[in-house]
């Protein structure tokens, strides 16, 4: 077996372990396990398979997925179909990318934290904001630890957060916040949008921060400005928007509304769907706020021969380590996917950032036009970037079974998170979808809800 050591191992592999350990047999190494508790007989498990044999099975698995390659995609909802260039998985797939580590080593680290450098950059100049750190698990644990940031640094325990947030982002942070003894308030919609005058009420002295999403769940795009104006209205209450950031590629960023954090999900800019993840979550913040920022941050500095090079900073090891020192519980990064995005992000380039959001804006108001033709109700109420809400009349499920059936991915069922949205389905439409496909879907799920 000398040249095959990655299969399983084999009758003498075993007898040279117990040999090694100085025991006769299996039955004498389980010895100190109690006799009426040990497992008798044979464990109901499936022969095991030949190479040739489990490939042919689990790729007969995999062909029951429907995928983006085979359907048209509707379907957004925070994960999104949208074009990765190529040059993309021919980065990452290279070794010192792919099987890299922590990154504490600066010395044999450079090319990994140079990447990590760009891609906080990046980020920095699409949100407006000061400083990114090195990236986070996804959107929603970026999201629930900016309302532990505030938490901890304006000592309050009050987190608002709008009903229009992704629900399962208020979820996670409903999570983070029993563990940390928080109250989390939620703020109604009204109109799609978060209302306004419930949030002037609701945000006191006791609010550490609020919490809304740019564009919203609803794919609305929430009023920031008037927003910004009641949080800050009240001393050290941070403004925290979550954010799409290929919408930031057209719509201002939040720093320009005096946004406290911003976070996201990196997904939209060169990452697949990958069936839910993994994905990459982002964080950046004002200057003021940089000490207390959760994850890593890669700072850029010279060598003793005044040579550019890369370094992790401003954080102890502590911050990763110690759990009573440390401002946050998250000690890693998703560093592949951070590089994925920093390629994608630069493959585009600033104008081509602006002119796949700009497509998005377009596609969804023609798909949303050509629906309203074909007598479906879309809800009207504000502006949105890619996604909208549509009233199916019956329910979603059954509408999206029967647009399978026709080679179609349909939008998300909004009655799954609230019994006042039942029948609703929220529809993306992103850059991918040709005029072609969005004409024939408009009319395919009209011939359904009518039908």
């Known amino acids: 077996m000398a040249g095959f050591r990655y299969l399983p191992v084999t009758e003498d592999d075993r007898q040279a372990m117990l040999r090694t350990i100085g025991v006769d047999s299996e039955e004498a190494l389980f010895s100190d396990v109690p006799e009426k508790i040990r497992f008798k007989g044979d464990l109901k498990v499936e022969r095991a398979l030949a190479e040739p044999e489990l490939l042919r099975f689990l790729s007969g698995l995999a062909k029951k997925n429907v995928t983006t390659t085979a359907a048209a995609s509707f379907l957004g909802a925070g994960v999104y179909d949208h074009y990765i260039p190529s040059v993309v998985d021919s980065v990452i797939s290279r070794g010192e990318f792919y099987t890299a580590y922590t990154p504490y080593q600066a010395e044999v680290s450079q090319g990994e934290l140079q990447a990590i450098f760009e891609f906080q950059t990046l980020i920095c100049e699409l949100t407006g904001m000061d400083v990114a750190n090195s990236s986070m698990y996804d959107g929603s644990t970026a999201l629930a630890e900016a309302a532990t940031l505030s938490s901890g640094a304006v000592r309050k325990k009050k987190i608002v957060v709008s009903e229009t947030v992704h629900p399962e982002y208020r979820q996670v942070l409903n999570t983070y916040a029993h563990g940390q003894h928080l ?44 927003i910004e104006s009641i949080t800050h209205a009240i001393k050290k209450t941070h403004f925290v928007v979550s954010s799409n950031p290929l919408a930031l590629g057209l719509l201002t960023p939040p720093g320009a509304f005096h946004a406290d954090i911003v976070v996201g999900d990196c997904q939209p800019l060169g990452i697949p769907q990958s069936f839910g993840g993994p994905h990459c979550g982002y964080f950046a913040v004002t200057k003021k706020l940089v000490r207390k920022v959760p994850g890593r941050l890669v700072g850029e500095t010279v060598d003793e021969e005044g ?98 059936k026709k080679g179609f991915i349909g939008g998300y069922d909004l009655g799954r998170d609230s019994e006042d949205l039942k029948n609703k389905m929220l529809i993306a439409v992103t850059e991918m979808r040709t005029k072609s496909e969005i004409d024939r879907f408009a009319e395919v799920l009209g011939g359904i809800i009518h039908g």
Request: charged residues 25%.
């Open 307 to 404: 040579r550019r090079g890369y370094v992790l900073t401003l954080q102890a090891r502590e911050q990763h380590i110690r759990r009573d020192k440390a401002t946050s519980n998250i000690c890693s990064n998703q560093a592949l996917n951070a590089l994925a995005s920093a390629v994608a992000m630069n493959a585009f380039g600033k104008k081509g950032i602006r002119e796949i959001a700009a497509l998005n804006l377009q596609k969804a108001h023609y798909a949303a036009d050509l629906m309203k033709k074909q007598g479906i109700a879309v809800d009207e109420a504000g502006s949105f970037f890619n996604e909208f809400m549509i009233d199916c009349g019956r329910p979603v499920r059954d509408v999206n079974r029967a647009l399978l």
């Open 183 to 226: 109250e989390v308030v939620t703020v109604p919609a009204k109109g799609g949008t978060t209302d306004l005058e419930s949030l002037r009420q609701t945000v006191d002295e006791q609010t550490a921060c609020v919490i809304v999403q740019y564009p919203n769940f609803f794919g609305r795009i929430e009023p920031l400005k008037a």
